[in-house]
Nanobody, 123 residues
Framework: QWQLVESGGGLVQPGGSLRLSCATS????????IGWFRQAPGKEREGVSC???????NYADSVKGRFTPSRDKAANTVYLQMNNLQPEDTGIYYC?????????????????WGQGTQVTVSS
Protein backbone atom coordinates (compact mmCIF):
# COMPACT_ATOMS: atom_id res chain seq x y z
CA GLN A 1 0.00 0.00 0.00
CA TRP A 2 1.25 3.48 -0.80
CA GLN A 3 2.37 5.47 2.22
CA LEU A 4 4.18 8.70 3.04
CA VAL A 5 5.81 9.25 6.42
CA GLU A 6 7.20 12.61 7.52
CA SER A 7 9.93 13.07 10.09
CA GLY A 8 12.44 15.67 11.21
CA GLY A 9 10.19 18.19 12.91
CA GLY A 10 10.87 19.65 16.31
CA LEU A 11 11.54 22.80 18.27
CA VAL A 12 14.03 25.30 16.88
CA GLN A 13 15.11 28.84 17.71
CA PRO A 14 14.33 31.67 15.30
CA GLY A 15 17.01 31.72 12.64
CA GLY A 16 17.65 28.02 13.00
CA SER A 17 17.30 25.21 10.49
CA LEU A 18 15.54 21.89 10.14
CA ARG A 19 15.45 19.25 7.44
CA LEU A 20 12.20 17.36 7.01
CA SER A 21 12.09 13.94 5.41
CA CYS A 22 9.24 12.28 3.57
CA ALA A 23 9.82 8.55 3.19
CA THR A 24 7.61 6.95 0.58
CA SER A 25 6.51 3.35 0.08
CA UNK A 26 4.85 2.08 -3.05
CA UNK A 27 5.50 5.25 -5.05
CA UNK A 28 7.66 5.76 -8.06
CA UNK A 29 9.02 9.25 -7.81
CA UNK A 30 9.35 9.33 -11.57
CA UNK A 31 5.55 9.30 -11.76
CA UNK A 32 4.61 11.70 -8.95
CA UNK A 33 5.16 15.24 -7.86
CA ILE A 34 5.67 15.60 -4.11
CA GLY A 35 4.35 18.68 -2.36
CA TRP A 36 4.93 20.11 1.09
CA PHE A 37 2.09 21.80 2.96
CA ARG A 38 1.74 23.28 6.42
CA GLN A 39 -1.12 24.16 8.73
CA ALA A 40 -0.98 26.41 11.76
CA PRO A 41 -3.65 26.24 14.49
CA GLY A 42 -6.80 28.00 13.36
CA LYS A 43 -5.47 28.56 9.85
CA GLU A 44 -6.05 26.92 6.51
CA ARG A 45 -3.57 24.50 5.04
CA GLU A 46 -1.19 26.21 2.65
CA GLY A 47 1.23 25.03 0.03
CA VAL A 48 4.89 25.50 0.91
CA SER A 49 6.94 23.83 -1.79
CA CYS A 50 6.89 21.07 -4.38
CA UNK A 51 9.33 19.05 -6.44
CA UNK A 52 8.30 17.42 -9.69
CA UNK A 53 9.41 14.19 -11.33
CA UNK A 54 11.89 16.23 -13.37
CA UNK A 55 13.28 17.96 -10.30
CA UNK A 56 11.56 21.26 -11.02
CA UNK A 57 10.79 23.16 -7.84
CA ASN A 58 7.97 25.41 -6.65
CA TYR A 59 8.02 27.74 -3.67
CA ALA A 60 5.52 29.85 -1.82
CA ASP A 61 6.57 33.49 -1.80
CA SER A 62 6.83 33.39 1.99
CA VAL A 63 9.59 30.75 1.92
CA LYS A 64 11.57 31.63 -1.20
CA GLY A 65 15.24 31.85 -0.41
CA ARG A 66 14.80 29.90 2.82
CA PHE A 67 13.24 26.51 1.96
CA THR A 68 14.57 24.04 -0.59
CA PRO A 69 12.97 20.72 -1.60
CA SER A 70 15.07 17.85 -2.88
CA ARG A 71 14.69 14.17 -3.61
CA ASP A 72 16.64 10.94 -3.45
CA LYS A 73 15.03 8.50 -5.86
CA ALA A 74 17.19 5.59 -4.75
CA ALA A 75 16.02 6.08 -1.17
CA ASN A 76 12.42 6.86 -2.16
CA THR A 77 12.68 9.95 0.00
CA VAL A 78 11.93 13.63 -0.47
CA TYR A 79 13.38 16.33 1.76
CA LEU A 80 12.59 19.89 2.71
CA GLN A 81 15.54 21.92 3.94
CA MET A 82 14.28 24.85 6.00
CA ASN A 83 16.68 27.65 6.89
CA ASN A 84 16.27 30.91 8.79
CA LEU A 85 13.10 29.65 10.41
CA GLN A 86 10.75 32.20 11.92
CA PRO A 87 7.82 31.90 14.35
CA GLU A 88 5.43 32.33 11.43
CA ASP A 89 6.71 29.02 10.06
CA THR A 90 5.28 27.12 13.03
CA GLY A 91 2.76 24.46 12.11
CA ILE A 92 2.22 20.86 11.15
CA TYR A 93 4.06 20.01 7.95
CA TYR A 94 2.73 17.41 5.55
CA CYS A 95 4.11 15.80 2.45
CA UNK A 96 1.70 14.72 -0.25
CA UNK A 97 1.86 12.92 -3.58
CA UNK A 98 0.24 14.07 -6.79
CA UNK A 99 0.00 11.80 -9.83
CA UNK A 100 1.06 14.41 -12.33
CA UNK A 101 4.16 15.56 -14.15
CA UNK A 102 4.06 19.09 -12.78
CA UNK A 103 3.67 20.68 -9.38
CA UNK A 104 0.62 22.35 -7.90
CA UNK A 105 0.03 24.39 -4.75
CA UNK A 106 -3.58 23.20 -4.52
CA UNK A 107 -4.04 20.64 -1.75
CA UNK A 108 -7.13 19.22 -3.43
CA UNK A 109 -5.03 17.90 -6.33
CA UNK A 110 -2.90 15.68 -4.06
CA UNK A 111 -4.36 12.26 -3.42
CA UNK A 112 -1.94 10.82 -0.86
CA TRP A 113 -0.85 12.41 2.40
CA GLY A 114 1.49 11.72 5.26
CA GLN A 115 0.56 12.02 8.91
CA GLY A 116 2.37 15.31 9.47
CA THR A 117 5.28 16.41 11.63
CA GLN A 118 5.22 19.34 14.04
CA VAL A 119 7.58 22.27 13.53
CA THR A 120 7.74 24.85 16.30
CA VAL A 121 9.87 27.98 16.00
CA SER A 122 10.14 29.79 19.29
CA SER A 123 12.66 31.51 21.53
Amino acid sequence: QWQLVESGGGLVQPGGSLRLSCATSGFTLDWYAIGWFRQAPGKEREGVSCISRNGDQNYADSVKGRFTPSRDKAANTVYLQMNNLQPEDTGIYYCAARSAAICSDSASTYGYWGQGTQVTVSS
